[in-house]
């Protein structure tokens, strides 16, 4: 009887450790799956973090394939396309709101007394938390890149600070909305008060954002810049228009409209939010802050002795919270093209800024 018990526990031991390594095997496999799935989205969500208890800003290394090769070709003629794009391709089916609401804001480029090309940029709107994005494209340059996180979901009481929480980050290359490569083309976009741009030819369609995206990625001058935007149909995000700020590092500096879905390509080195396109299109708003960007920039030459200079003059231009507008300035950068870095000033707090760069 002894022997019999002896025996009915050594096969349940051998029942119970098959049993586990089975489980053991299924767990694996299940692992592989999801790191095949997941693997690139998952290293890049282990990147995510916030540089300051109380500020709201994030920072992330892009290290998923974001596919803009897929994306373009067939591209996006509308944010509901963009969407479904991210959706499919990084989201893997998780569903994504995507809001660009308006926004106003001032760019400039000039340069340091050494030579170094700087982009000057301040992005203003609500209250709303901000992501700085690395990507570095087996098929494109690197870049940096800010991305307003209220665009896809988040508010300063619904944060990115866990993995589930965070998934949504996922869709920010192609949410960026001003930046600079490692080759120094800068990019900034601003809202103008006009007719959405909606080009129909037979062109592969691009919307604001993922235009910044195609730039950054792909062009490393003004002119390439400009030449890649005429490859495509643009449609402007959130039935708004926009226009493009774009410098590079050989001192090149444009400005991109579109009237009448004709772009136009202005010579220039300072934008706010008003077509710069002579003739009858010159209205909007920001002209006086474009004023204070022209004559400051005419008194130096547009040089200035270092990046705490280009920032005084992003904060003479700041936007404070008024009674009549609830919008203000959310972060100003001077970003460096020369070494594609930035210096970062959140919320109009210029006694404090954050340095980053590739």
């Known amino acids: ?63 998923a394939d974001y596919a803009l090769d897929e994306f373009l070709k067939t591209g996006a003629s509308t944010d509901a396309e963009l969407v479904d794009f991210i959706v499919r391709q990084m989201l893997k089916g998780i569903p994504l709101n995507f809001d660009l609401p308006n926004l106003g804001c001032s760019t ?14 301040n992005f203003d709107m ?32 619904s944060l990115p ?41 037979d062109k592969v369609d691009i919307t604001t954002t993922s235009a910044i995206r195609l730039l950054l ?7 390439e810049a400009v030449e890649l935007l005429s490859q495509y149909d643009m449609h402007a995000s959130a ?16 400005i991109v409209e579109y009237i009448d879905d004709e772009m136009s390509v202005v010579q220039g080195d300072a934008a ?22 022209r004559e400051t920039l005419d008194a130096n030459g547009g040089v200035f002795e270092n990046e705490e200079q280009a920032m005084e003059l992003l904060k003479a231009v700041s936007q404070p919270v008024s009674e009549e507008k609830k919008s ?15 210096e970062i000033a959140m919320n109009m707090d210029y006694e404090k800024v954050y340095t980053f760069g590739l």
């Open 126 to 157: 609500y209250d709303s938390p901000a992501l700085f994005v690395t990507t570095r494209p087996k098929d494109g340059y690197a870049s940096i890149s800010m991305v307003n996180l209220a665009y896809i979901g988040y508010n300063s009481e």
């Open 217 to 223: 990625d792909r062009a490393a001058t003004v002119e």
């Open 1 to 63: 009887m002894a022997q019999n018990q002896t025996a009915r526990k050594h096969g349940a031991a051998r029942v119970v450790k098959r049993i586990l390594m089975v489980l053991c095997a299924l767990i694996a496999a299940l692992a592989i799956v999801v790191f095949a799935l997941w693997g690139g989205e998952l290293s890049t969500l282990k990147t995510l973090s916030c540089v300051e208890d109380d500020v709201n800003l994030f920072t992330m290394e892009y290290k």
């Open 272 to 293: 706010t939010n008003f077509l710069l396109t002579p003739g009858e299109y010159d209205f909007g708003s920001g002209e006086d802050r474009y004023a204070v960007l």
């Open 239 to 254: 039935g708004s228009c926009y226009h493009f700020h774009i410098a590079d590092a050989k001192g090149g500096s444009v």
């Open 108 to 121: 400039f480029a000039a340069q340091l007394t050494d030579g170094t090309p700087i982009f000057g940029r």
């Open 161 to 201: 600070t866990s993995l589930t929480k965070s998934i949504m980050t996922l869709a920010a290359p192609y949410a960026p909305l001003d930046g600079v490569n490692e080759k120094g083309l800068a990019v900034g976009v601003l809202q103008i008060k006009t007719t959405p741009t909606n080009q129909q030819t």
């Open 328 to 342: 203000s300035t959310q972060w100003s950068c001077v970003y460096n093209q020369q070494d594609a870095g930035v």
